[in-house]
């Protein structure tokens, strides 16, 4: 099975610090696209970040930016200047061609006053 | 443009009952997945729909199934309630499949 791992369950940073979160996943495709979803409290699912794997250069949105390394098929997000309301579970998720998107178990994050 | 809506919100049902639940798309959207939440399991995913075609079916049982109309909306049905069922119950569209997708709020699912 493909899988997308999420080494760190659990994580924590003070407010207006940067903190990163790790992912790692398999696949045999060579064209896919890789996402970060933050799922606050609410519940709803909302999509952090994009990137295509045929791309090189790292994909930014404001405070959050990822360091894709195809070879090594990792894909990690980097918050700068982390706040209060970055709090929630992120999710890491693959997916290639009409395959189903898959996700990663979670890291739940923690910004602290 | 408006998001993906889910209804309801809320259910509670007793095991043995069947469930449907319903979701609508971005408009312009005619892809929609479903995915299962839970604790224990974290995201799961149950099918995909486009174009009222089902291209993609995760490991469920036959118990979950699922269809998609003319104008993208979908709904998933689950027959005969196992107390195992419980979850929150995520729908996302997307244009295409294999693009982004946007997620529903969920109906949260409570089988007692």
């Known amino acids: 099975a493909q899988t997308v791992t999420q080494s760190q369950p659990e994580m924590s940073v003070q407010e207006a610090e940067t903190v990163t979160l790790s992912c790692t996943y398999d696949t045999s495709e060579n064209n896919y696209y890789l996402f970060w979803y933050k799922q606050p409290p609410s519940r709803q699912m909302i999509l952090v970040i994009r990137?295509?794997?045929?791309?090189?250069q790292n994909a930014t949105e404001n405070r959050f930016s990822v360091n894709f390394q195809k070879a090594a098929k990792s894909f990690s997000l980097k918050i700068s200047d982390s706040q209060l309301g970055d709090t929630a579970m992120y999710f890491c998720?693959?997916?290639?061609?009409?395959?189903?998107?898959?996700f990663g178990k979670g890291t739940k994050l923690t910004v602290n006053p | 443009k408006a998001g993906v809506t889910q209804t309801p919100r809320y259910l509670i049902k007793t095991r043995g009952q069947q469930v449907t639940l319903s979701c609508s798309p971005i408009s312009g959207h005619r892809s929609v997945s479903w995915y299962q939440q839970t604790p224990g399991q974290g995201l799961q995913f149950l099918f995909e729909y486009f174009s009222e075609t089902q291209r993609n079916k995760g490991n469920f049982p036959g118990r979950f199934s699922g269809r998609q109309f003319s104008n993208s909306r979908s709904e998933m049905n689950v027959s005969t309630l196992e107390l195992g069922d419980s979850a929150l119950y995520l729908c996302?569209?997307?244009?295409?499949?294999?693009?982004?997708?946007?997620f529903g709020p969920g109906t949260r699912l409570t089988v007692t």
């Open positions: 998720a693959r997916q290639g061609g009409s395959e189903k998107l898959v």
């Open positions: 990137q295509e794997a045929y791309k090189q």
């Open positions: 996302a569209s997307s244009s295409l499949v294999g693009y982004e997708q946007y």
